[in-house]
């Protein structure tokens, strides 16, 4: 059982029969009455939203969510292949399930994915990926204002605003947690 103090960004709890994440939370302490806590809240399955907020002293039972450690192999019309480390099985993910992971996933990526009741609900990537730019426009001479960006589409098809001086096969690094350009990867 998980009280509020156990609270942290990414804990898996129990809400009405559902398994969800706490994607944010705030400890409220008001001058009157009783302690709270506003938590912004993923359900694993559906992928929905949920702000609510619970009075101080409520008890959460802990979801039967496992993970499994598998390398992410290629995506061909069955969905995405992965393959577990220790024991080789393969699995197959349909779109739906590997969700917003799809943007990041790279030949030999090692990923967790997550499992409720047998079933997979979602992938997780690294916090970082480095991607290589498939296509993007030539910078032009003059172009130099401060802080000015492009889009460049990623060889995962994904497209990112990224720096003027970026050109095409060059190595860059994505933050998966917001989907942004952080920096530009020496080969």
């Known amino acids: 059982m998980y009280q509020l103090s156990d609270f942290k960004r990414g804990l898996k709890i129990m809400v009405e029969g559902q398994p969800y994440t706490v994607v944010d ?39 039967d969510v496992n993970t499994l450690e598998m390398q992410f192999l290629y995506k061909d019309d069955n969905g995405f292949n992965f393959m577990n480390q220790s024991n080789y099985e393969q699995m197959t993910l349909n779109a739906e399930d590997v969700g917003e992971a799809a943007n990041y996933l790279i030949e030999n990526l090692d990923c967790v994915i997550m499992m409720y009741n047998g079933r997979s609900i979602g992938v997780d990537v690294p916090n970082a990926v480095n991607l290589k730019v498939a296509k993007t426009d030539p910078n032009f001479k003059g ?45």
Request: charged share 25%.
């Open 25 to 63: 939370f705030q400890h409220v302490k008001p001058g009157k009455g009783n302690q709270f806590t506003r938590t912004k809240l993923k359900n694993l399955i559906t992928g929905s939203n949920l702000e609510r907020t619970f009075k101080s002293g409520e008890k959460f039972d802990v979801p």
């Open 143 to 187: 172009n130099t204002v401060t802080g000015a960006t492009k889009p460049a589409t990623l060889e995962t098809g994904y497209i990112v605003q990224v720096p003027m001086h970026i050109n095409e096969g060059d190595l860059l690094r994505i933050d998966t947690r917001t989907g942004d350009y952080v920096e530009r990867v020496n080969k």
